[in-house]
């Protein structure tokens, strides 16, 4: 829990310096997370959360790339474009696996997707923190 709150404080205030590190991107413990539904060959298993760290941020350089040599970010210069697509990505898998194996009546909690990925990135409840 504190390296992903250390991870999206210091991804917020300075996303161009520190990559966003949270659960749902990789989960050193269980080994899943939207950026190994995208990637086969990267090791991501580090010896301490540091080195962890380390090897998503190239990771997600080597991401960052993919997706914009195949014109999947050409949203502009937004420092968290590759964050929304992940998130977009970890939620239809979420979305894939519940819909699969859980009932109809669980099915019905799931927020729609957008909203998911509203709440998967922090961000479901700006609009009324702006009001």
Request: hydrophobic letters at 45%; a negative charge.
């Amino acid at each position: 829990m504190a390296c992903d709150l250390a991870g999206e404080v210091l991804h917020h205030l300075h996303p161009e310096r520190w990559w966003l590190f949270s659960r749902w991107m990789w989960s050193p413990r269980l080994r899943t997370g939207a950026v190994a539904l995208v990637t086969t060959e990267a090791d991501l298993s580090g010896e301490t959360p540091g080195e962890t760290y380390l090897k998503l941020g190239r990771t997600l350089v080597m991401l960052r790339a993919s997706a914009e040599a195949g014109g999947l970010l050409d949203l502009g210069e937004e420092p968290w474009n590759l964050d929304v697509l992940l998130a977009c990505v970890y939620c239809v898998y979420l979305y894939t696996i519940t819909r699969l194996r859980m009932t109809q009546e669980f099915n019905k909690v799931i927020p729609p997707l957008p909203e998911l990925v509203r709440r998967i990135l922090g961000v479901h409840r700006l609009e009324t923190l702006e009001a």
